[in-house]
């Protein structure tokens, strides 16, 4: 038995998720602001999960060109860094201002609960909620044209895990976050919530061969999320869970074929365009992401 060949595959995920949690707890622990904690924390797990699609990759085929981390990083930045802190001032903040003027009941949250508790809490209730959206998502036109975005690319790399409509973003932020923080979650809930999140999608969207066992019943990992990016719509409209998925589960979207490899992914259109300029403008062209190459 290698390190490489059979630990890492199953020692990756948990392992990541322990030792990225175990900083966020260190960090503080010596008294370092919760949210910084927590940034450096996925950082950290960034960094690993980089490290391992190099040591273990699913396909080789998938490493990203020059072309895919430019625009994927400007995804990451834009979309995923830079969008939600804004909405929160925007929307967050207004809302909760708005609400305390009228005396609106702030803190519905059970925060009396253990910690732990209310980030699993947290967690089952955001995940009911983007389950239903993302199959809403697949299932809509102009939801799809959207969300089509996000399936666009032909290989899955962690980075990408960030490749979202600013549009779709906000939706999602809605649902996953803006209730929360009007129910007055604190903020070591959310940060946890935030780690947890990071480290699971990264894993999700990476070429890392990381094998889940009894785990692909719980978290919605790599091994799952792959067969939701197939080019199959058959296969695609599965596993729609964004962290958990006990949702696919119970309403039976679960999917994990055990005799054979994901094929292509992306979209029917293999002419798709996938720079972030472009696909800013995308969802707006009716019909772009249905098109085959040999109509485009």
Not at 92 to 106: C, H, K, N, T
Not at 180 to 203: D, E, R
Not at 204 to 218: E, I, P
Not at 234 to 256: H, M, T
Request: charged share 15%; net charge neutral; aromatic share 14%.
């Amino acid at each position: 038995m290698t390190l490489r060949g059979h630990v890492l595959p199953w020692t990756a995920y948990p392992g990541t998720m322990v030792a990225s949690f175990t900083i966020y707890a260190l960090l503080h622990a010596q008294s370092v602001p919760v949210m910084v904690s927590a940034y450096i924390a996925v950082v950290f797990c960034a960094a690993a999960v980089t490290l391992l699609e190099f040591v273990i990759p699913y396909d080789r085929t998938w490493q990203p060109d020059r072309g895919d981390v430019k625009s994927d990083l400007l995804f990451m930045v834009t979309v995923q860094m830079a969008l939600p802190p804004l909405l929160g001032l925007l929307v967050a903040d207004s809302l909760v201002r708005y609400l305390a003027a009228r005396e609106w009941p702030i803190t519905l949250w059970p925060e009396q609960l253990p910690l732990a508790v209310q980030v699993a809490l947290m967690l089952l209730i955001a995940e009911f909620f983007r389950y239903w959206l993302h199959i809403a998502a697949h299932n809509t036109k102009l939801l799809w044209r959207f969300h089509a975005v996000h399936h666009s690319p032909h290989k899955l790399y962690w980075l990408n895990v960030g490749r979202f409509h600013p549009l779709e973003k906000a939706v999602q932020y809605m649902l996953d976050m803006l209730p929360f923080i009007l129910m007055g979650v604190t903020q070591p809930v959310i940060a946890l919530y935030f780690v947890f999140y990071a480290v699971n999608g990264f894993f999700q969207h990476s070429n890392v061969d990381a094998r889940y066992g009894v785990l692909n019943y719980v978290v919605s990992g790599a091994e799952l999320h792959r067969w939701h990016h197939s080019k199959l719509i058959e296969e695609s409209n599965r596993n729609y869970g964004n962290n958990l998925i006990v949702w696919d589960l119970l309403f039976g979207s679960w999917f994990l074929p055990k005799d054979r490899r994901v094929g292509d992914l992306g979209l029917i259109n293999r002419n798709y365009p996938l720079d972030f300029a472009s696909q800013m403008k995308t969802p707006f062209i009716s019909g772009l992401d249905k098109e085959s190459s040999s109509d485009s």
